[in-house]
């Protein structure tokens, strides 16, 4: 079984080297701690999320809320090359944090929510503050579980207008649609530069909007025979062009 992670600040790590001694307090030392109740000896990985990691084992154990770790080694998980972003749709209910947890877990790179026409939720005032804080926390906690230095950055929410100046920057810029005349599968590829993916809500992406993204050079391409659903949909598109451009070789 490979070691929990745990996140750290960025200085702790960036100036230690190996058989340093990082202590684990706050929030990830009372987990570390009292709930996997992690004993001297167990191996430990520590990160910052932000691509700076460390391998260690536990050496002492403080009561139910700090841990020592000595570190054997650290590492860097470099800039992801082509980066990966999907522009996800809001779903409704709890499906947008599965969608932020699964495509974590894959290995997408960006996630935007996006405040689609045909969107049920809508985030405004302190319910849409609280809801990006509740991707951006799934986005950290799915991280550790799949063992990433480098977590997804969970932006700003965006409209589509807004959205228009990333689309133009991208090498690859596409939308999700049933009836794109194209498979994402054997669509052309840039050699390098970010890839965007678009991913609407339940109800479709409006006509307006395809046009809108057509003009900043996202085209339509479908996935497959069948329809996935908003929560789906960037999962299985991340994981595709994750495979297709080796990133996962």
Not at 122 to 128: P, S
Not at 129 to 154: C, D, I, M, Y
Request: aromatic share 4%; hydrophobic share 45%.
């Amino acid at each position: 079984m490979t070691a929990p992670v745990f996140v750290v600040e960025t200085a702790q790590l960036a100036t230690a080297a190996a058989g340093a001694v990082v202590r684990l307090d706050g929030p990830e030392g009372r987990h570390a701690a009292a709930v996997k109740r992690l004993m001297p000896g167990e191996a430990v990985t520590l990160t910052d999320g932000l691509g700076l990691g460390g391998d260690g084992t536990v050496t002492a154990v403080h009561g139910k809320d700090a841990l020592d770790i000595t570190l054997a080694e650290l590492r860097t998980e470099p800039e992801p090359r082509p980066r990966i972003t999907v522009v996800q749709a809001l779903p409704k209910g709890d499906r947008g944090e599965l969608a932020v947890e699964t495509m974590t877990e894959v290995g997408v790179d960006v996630v935007i929510p996006w405040s689609a026409a045909r969107c049920i939720t809508q985030w405004k005032g302190e319910r849409g503050a609280k809801a990006l804080a509740k991707w951006r926390s799934t986005a950290r906690e799915a991280g550790k579980q799949a063992r990433r230095l480098r977590f997804p950055e969970v932006r700003e929410p965006m409209t589509t207008r807004q959205l228009a100046p990333l689309l133009a920057a991208a090498a690859f810029a596409g939308v999700l649609h049933e009836e794109g005349a194209e498979p994402l599968a054997t669509a052309a590829l840039p050699g390098e530069g970010d890839l965007v993916l678009i991913v609407g809500p339940e109800g479709g992406v409006s006509p307006e909007e395809l046009a809108a993204f057509a003009e900043s050079g996202a085209r339509p391409y479908r996935l497959g025979p069948s329809v996935l659903r908003t929560s789906t949909a960037g999962v299985a598109a991340g994981a595709l062009l994750l495979g297709r451009t080796g990133r996962w070789s």
